[in-house]
């Protein structure tokens, strides 16, 4: 194996909502991508998840990139700013200077990066007309940035199954279900050359059309049990993660 350790740092993308262990904890893309790779390297491969859901740019450089040099791991995996296009104060140019300052730190350590073009998430979430035209920066940026520094992208915007197939993204329309995170897990090992489960990659069945009136009662509830509290939480300046800290914050073996 050319890996014997993997850092994941993030958001809540990369801390796997709303992929749900028994315990309620999370598990998501990254812990299923770090149990493939140990299983790969044996016993001694380390694996640390520093992500934090809620986490904006500033905040996971800030916290979890330092935290992620110190490690010196052979593979780590960089998402973050899809908090960030949903600000109004948000700036393509600072976060494209700073993203490309963040991966040249991270090559430079001695680590492969592995970067993620944005899925499409925008087909069931109000705000489209501003938010499409951030994402596509974004994704066009993180492309540049991938390129520039010998990154390994996975380009999940290109992955129609995400923007076609409900089944993929939990209930509140913004994280990934079970299923999204294991195709992201298979996208990842496959494009890092490691085989995975090949049940990883085959899309749910689309639920029945469902009727205009059972549709709207479905956005009004949604709208109460998550749209209300995220425009809450940003009027006030709080965040979903304030009281949550990294799941995994050293490196440690893996087990299932």
């Not at 749900?20 to 991508?33: E, H, S």
């Not at 390297?41 to 380390?46: I, R, S, T």
């Not at 109000?126 to 390129?147: D, F, T």
């Not at 489960?197 to 639920?207: C, H, I, T």
Request: hydrophobic share 45%; charged share 25%; aromatic share 8%.
């Amino acid at each position: 194996m050319r890996w014997r350790s993997f850092v994941a740092v993030g958001d809540s993308f990369t801390e796997g909502m709303d992929d749900a262990y028994p315990d309620g904890t999370y598990r998501g893309w990254a812990d299923l991508v770090a149990t493939r790779l140990a299983a790969e390297a044996g016993p001694d491969f380390g694996y640390a998840n520093l992500a934090i859901r809620g986490r904006l740019f500033p905040s996971v450089v800030a916290e979890q990139v330092p935290a992620a040099l110190a490690m010196k791991p052979d593979l780590v995996s960089f998402a973050a700013g899809g908090n960030d296009v949903l600000r109004r104060t948000f700036d393509p140019d600072a976060l494209a200077t700073r993203f490309d300052a963040v991966v040249a730190r991270l090559r430079a350590n001695g680590s492969d990066v592995i970067l993620f073009r944005f899925a499409d998430v925008l087909a069931r979430l109000p705000g489209q007309r501003l938010v499409s035209p951030r994402i596509a920066l974004i994704n066009r940026l993180i492309g540049e940035i991938s390129e520039r520094h010998g990154a390994i992208l996975i380009d999940l915007f290109a992955d129609d199954t995400f923007r076609l197939n409900p089944m993929l993204w939990s209930p509140d329309r913004l994280h990934l279900s079970a299923a999204g995170h294991r195709r992201v897990a298979a996208q990842v090992l496959t494009t890092l050359g490691v085989g995975c489960d090949e049940e990883w990659l085959m899309v749910p069945e689309r639920p029945a059309a469902t009727p205009w009136l059972a549709a709207r009662a479905a956005d009004l509830s949604w709208v109460g049990r998550h749209l209300a509290p995220w425009i809450t939480r940003r009027l006030t300046g709080r965040s979903s993660g304030d009281t949550v800290t990294a799941k995994r914050p050293i490196l440690g073996p893996v087990t299932d």
